[in-house]
C-alpha cells in the first residue's frame, strides 16, 4: 500500500520569503500526485496536481511542484508567500495499477500547517 | 469542476446515537469516497462507495460502524453509528473528477459528548 510522508508539520514565514514543502511517497508503480490547500475554516482546494508530462507544475497562486520520480518526492514551492498564504497543505497519492487505471482512492500525507506573519 | 453539497456542517450527538451525513453531487459520478479527519491528524479513507454495489471498507472501518449508502449517480450518506466520543471528527465526502483532480465536500463537524 502506498504512503505519503510530509517533512514538516509547522512552518511559520514572515511575508515574501521563499517556501517549500516536502513530499515524498512510497509505492513503486506510477502515481497521480496532489497538493491541496485548507484555509482556516474552509474546505479543502486543489492546489495543483501532476498526472504526467513535464515534471514542474504549476497552481493556483503563485504555488508549483516538482515531481522528481527518482527520489519519489512531489515538493511544493512558492518564490514570496503572503500573509494570506497560511493554511495547511496536503500532498496525496493516487496510485495507478499496471494498466494505468486509478485504484482510486486517495492517500494523504500527514499535513503542513504554514504560518506567516504580516 | 464538480460541486459538492454536504450537510449537516456540524452537530454535537449524544453518545450511543447516530448521525446520518449527506452528500449531493450536481453531477453523475461512478465512485464516492467518505473521509475522516480526525482532530490535529490527517484524512483517512473510510470507504469507497459505488453505485449498485456494497461499498469497499479500508482496513480499521466496518460496515457495521459506518453504514453506506449510493442509491444514484448523485448521492451518498454515510451514517456514523452507536457514537462515542473518540468518533468526533470532520467527515469528508470526495469524488473523483479525473483530469480535473478530486473534489471535496465542505465536511461535516461532528462533536460527540
Known amino acids: 500500500a502506498q504512503s505519503v510522508s510530509q517533512h514538516n508539520h509547522h512552518v511559520i514565514l514572515s511575508e515574501a520569503a521563499s517556501l517549500e514543502l516536502g513530499c515524498n511517497y512510497s509505492?513503486?508503480?506510477?502515481?497521480?500526485l496532489f497538493w491541496y490547500v485548507q484555509y482556516p475554516g474552509q474546505h479543502l482546494q486543489l492546489l495543483l496536481k501532476?498526472?504526467?508530462?513535464?515534471?514542474l507544475v504549476k497552481g493556483i497562486k503563485g504555488f508549483e511542484a516538482e515531481f522528481i520520480k527518482s527520489k519519489f518526492s512531489f515538493n511544493l514551492r512558492k518564490p514570496s508567500v503572503q500573509w494570506s498564504d497560511t493554511a495547511e497543505y496536503f500532498c496525496?497519492?493516487?496510485?495507478?495499477?499496471?494498466?494505468?487505471?486509478?485504484?482510486?482512492?486517495?492517500?494523504f500525507g500527514q499535513g503542513t500547517i504554514l504560518t506567516v506573519h504580516p | 469542476s464538480a460541486v459538492i453539497s454536504q450537510k449537516p456542517s456540524r452537530d454535537i450527538c449524544q453518545r450511543g446515537t447516530s448521525l446520518t451525513i449527506q452528500c449531493q453531487v450536481d453531477?453523475?459520478?461512478?465512485?464516492m469516497f467518505w473521509y475522516r479527519q480526525q482532530p490535529g491528524q490527517s484524512l483517512t479513507l473510510i470507504a469507497t462507495?459505488?453505485?449498485?454495489?456494497?461499498?469497499?471498507?479500508e482496513s480499521g472501518f466496518v460496515i457495521d460502524k459506518f453504514p453506506i449508502s449510493r442509491p444514484n449517480l448523485t448521492f451518498s450518506t454515510l451514517t456514523v453509528s452507536n457514537m462515542s466520543p473518540e468518533d468526533s471528527s470532520i467527515y469528508l465526502c470526495?469524488?473523483?473528477?479525473?483530469?480535473?483532480?478530486?473534489?471535496f465536500g465542505s465536511g461535516t463537524r461532528l462533536t460527540v459528548v
Open positions: 501532476y498526472f504526467s508530462g513535464d515534471p
Open positions: 496525496a497519492v493516487n496510485a495507478l495499477n499496471a494498466g494505468g487505471t486509478s485504484y482510486g482512492k486517495l492517500t
Open positions: 470526495s469524488v473523483d473528477q479525473g483530469i480535473y483532480g478530486y473534489t
Open positions: 462507495a459505488n453505485q449498485g454495489s456494497e461499498a469497499t471498507y
Open positions: 453531477s453523475q459520478v461512478t465512485m
Open positions: 509505492y513503486g508503480g506510477t502515481v497521480n
